[in-house]
């Protein structure tokens, strides 16, 4: 059964701080992995996708791959109470060519004003 | 920007009618997927459709069917609702291995 696994949290940081949500997975072959936001009662929504190893910046949002050691990880700059959500991790499938991803529990994330 | 629609935002209905739950993406999207998430449980994925009137299992099925007659649209079916179909529902839509973007979920209760 491929996994991905998060921490559920609650991830309590003061406003200002840097949050960092990590994500391991089990798919050795995975290539494509994603990070959504949810906020409670919405539907997720896409933050940021990484294909390749290393970091990848967007505004305050940096995600992080190391496919030798099978974890992503998003790190969140400057954290505002508007970042209180959940945040999903998914990994596309390895295997076939369905679009099908994998999606962690969340991790909830609080930023305290 | 791509956009899913889904038919209803908030649904009530009684144990045993037949449910309609429709989506619709604007983006020519091949695949399209139905979810259900609950609370401590996260996104369970119902069934999806990677073709016009193509369909394969998810990992929940039991209990539900889909249908896909054009390729914008895709029907999940609850043939006997109960009261443990009670949740909310997320259809999503990709371009081939690319990212999935959400509808903004429908939450049906069933009484």
């Known amino acids: 059964q491929k996994e991905v696994e998060q921490n559920s949290g609650p991830l309590s940081v003061p406003e200002g701080a840097i949050a960092s949500l990590n994500c391991t997975y089990s798919d050795r072959g995975s290539q494509s992995f994603f990070w959504y936001r949810q906020y409670s009662g919405k539907s997720p929504e896409l933050i940021m996708s990484i294909y390749s190893n290393g970091d990848k910046e967007d505004g305050r949002f940096t995600a992080q791959l190391n496919k030798a050691s099978q974890y992503v990880s998003l790190l969140i700059r400057d954290s505002q109470p508007s970042d209180s959500a959940t945040y999903l991790c998914a990994v596309k499938e390895a295997r076939g060519n369905t679009g099908k991803l994998i999606f962690g529990q969340g991790t909830t994330l609080q930023v305290k004003p | 920007d791509v956009k899913v629609t889904q038919s209803s935002r908030y649904l009530v209905k009684r144990t045993g009618e037949k449910v309609f739950l429709e989506c619709v993406q604007d983006?020519?999207?091949?695949?399209m997927f139905w979810y259900r998430q609950d609370p401590g449980l996260g996104l369970r994925l119902i069934y999806f459709s990677y073709d016009v009137k193509m369909k394969e299992k998810g990992d929940i099925p039991e209990g539900y069917s889909v249908s896909r007659e054009k390729k914008e649209r895709f029907s999940l079916i609850l043939e006997s609702a109960s009261t443990n179909q009670t949740s909310m529902y997320l259809c999503a839509s990709n371009l081939k291995t690319r990212e999935q973007f959400f509808g903004p979920g429908t939450r049906l209760t069933v009484l």
């Open positions: 983006m020519d999207h091949e695949n």
